[in-house]
């Protein structure tokens, strides 16, 4: 095999290595017990990510990071939902913010209901010019005191979520809470950091090679 073709060999394995590991890098997990101590949500950010939070659109501290709700619940009650998590009144809206565009986006969430609801919440999606992608509203099932659902999303980059929640069905009318956990989203790659990711992985094959022949010379 030429030199040529060799190193043509090499750069494709190691683009292919470089988008990999890109890809893998960019997905990005909260648990919710990232600050271990319950927290206001309400103009947090962790992990690239900035919550608002609001009741009747005014900014609320009724919602808090690293909470658990019910308390001592045991997580195996529960199929996507552990303690601690995201928890709060479910007659509020609560917005999630990225830093950078995503292209994929994961999580669950639980309001205080015993029977099916439909919708149990409901996701708005805003691309990055912050234009509305269309409501999806999620069915949620009982398990335990909660009627759990799961939202899954991949598509059109976006910059934000709103969540709203099924008050309605609350086991407490006067005080309905929601949970939400295992939020997880991948970024969207940068273009500039592809393209030095790259060209550094043909130097490094090209001088490799260079060191081969250099070997088979002497």
């Known amino acids: 095999m030429s030199s040529t073709n060799k190193l043509s060999l090499a750069v ?27 927290t206001p949500v309400d103009n947090l950010t962790v992990k690239g990510v900035t919550f608002d939070f609001k009741i009747d659109g005014v ?34 809206i609560l917005s999630i913010d990225f830093a950078a565009p995503v292209e994929a ?19 708005e999606l805003l691309d990055k010019g912050l234009n509305s992608l269309g409501i999806t509203p999620v069915n949620t099932a009982p398990l335990a005191i ?12 976006i910059k934000k979520a ?8 609350s086991l407490n009318p006067n005080n309905p809470r929601f949970s939400l956990d295992n939020l997880s989203y991948t970024a969207v790659p940068e273009p500039s950091s592809l393209i ?15 060191r081969k022949q250099q070997q088979k010379v002497v």
């Open 162 to 169: 709103i969540v709203s929640f099924n008050s309605e069905s």
């Open 105 to 123: 986006l994961e999580f669950a969430v639980g309001v205080d209901a015993v029977q099916p609801l439909a919708p149990g919440f409901s996701v």
């Open 59 to 92: 900014d609320s501290n009724e919602a808090m990071y690293n909470a658990s709700f019910p308390p001592q619940l045991p997580s195996n009650l529960l199929a996507n939902l552990q303690q601690p998590s995201l928890q709060g009144n479910a007659q509020g």
């Open 12 to 38: 494709f394995s190691m683009a292919c290595i470089v988008f990999s590991t890109t890809n893998a890098d960019a997905v990005t997990k909260l648990t919710f017990d990232e600050l271990g101590v319950p």
């Open 146 to 157: 909660l009627s759990e659902g799961l939202f899954k999303y991949s598509g059109v980059p």
């Open 196 to 210: 030095a990711l790259l060209g550094s992985s043909a130097i490094s094959a090209y001088l490799y090679l260079v």
